[in-house]
C-alpha cells in the first residue's frame, strides 16, 4: 500500500469490479479512457487477473482510496511499463466530478512517482493529455511533468479533434 497525505493507493481486488465496472461504463469518462465500447463484468475480471503479475501484463492499477472515509475516489494506471528500457505510461481517473479538485490525483501521482522511482527503479513516466483538459494538464506540470510534444488534431471526439500533448518526468532528476 502507497501511503499519501489525502490518499493511499492499494492493488485491485476483485471485490472492486463491480465499482470499477461502474466507472468504466460510464459515458463521461469514455473520453478521457478512449473506450468506445462498454465493458462487460467478464472483461474487467480478466483485467484485474491479468493485472496481478507487472513484468508479464506490463500493467498495473491503483484503485485511490480517500483515507478519511476509507471510500474508492479513482483508480491510477501504469501501463506500457518497460523494463528494459525503464519507462511506463501513467493514465489518472478521479470518477465522480464532486471528488475531482480535491488534491486527491496530485496526491496519488506523487506516491506513484516515489513507487515507480523508488520500486520499480524506472527512469522516466510519460502520459498523453486531450489538449482539451486544462485541469489534467495543470497536475501534471505541478507535478514537473516536462511538455515533449503537441499531436494536432490526433484525437477526434463527437465531431471534434482534440490535440493530444504529450508530458515526460524524467524520475532520476525528481
Not at 7 to 33: C, F, G, H, Q
Not at 80 to 101: C, P, Q, T
Not at 133 to 154: D, H, Q, T, Y
Request: overall charge negative.
Amino acid at each position: 500500500m502507497l501511503v499519501g497525505e489525502k490518499v493511499y493507493l492499494r492493488a485491485v481486488e476483485k471485490s472492486d469490479a463491480t465499482t470499477i465496472y461502474m466507472w468504466e461504463n460510464n459515458p463521461e469518462n469514455w473520453k478521457v479512457s478512449n473506450t468506445e465500447v462498454p465493458f462487460s463484468m467478464f472483461d474487467i475480471m480478466a483485467l484485474i487477473e491479468h493485472q496481478a503479475d507487472l513484468r508479464k501484463s506490463g500493467q498495473l492499477r491503483f484503485v485511490i482510496i480517500e483515507k478519511e472515509t476509507e471510500r474508492a475516489v479513482g483508480v491510477i494506471d501504469l501501463y506500457e511499463v518497460n523494463f528494459k528500457h525503464g519507462y511506463a505510461s501513467v493514465g489518472i481517473l478521479i470518477a465522480m466530478d464532486a471528488d475531482r479538485g480535491k488534491g486527491y490525483a496530485m496526491d496519488a501521482l506523487q506516491e506513484l512517482i516515489k513507487y515507480t522511482r523508488d520500486y520499480l527503479e524506472l527512469r522516466n513516466l510519460q502520459c498523453s493529455i486531450h489538449g482539451d483538459n486544462p485541469a489534467s494538464i495543470a497536475l501534471f506540470e505541478r507535478m514537473n511533468f516536462r511538455k515533449v510534444g503537441v499531436r494536432k488534431g490526433w484525437l477526434r471526439y463527437k465531431g471534434s479533434e482534440i490535440d493530444e500533448i504529450s508530458y515526460q518526468l524524467c524520475l532520476k532528476e525528481n
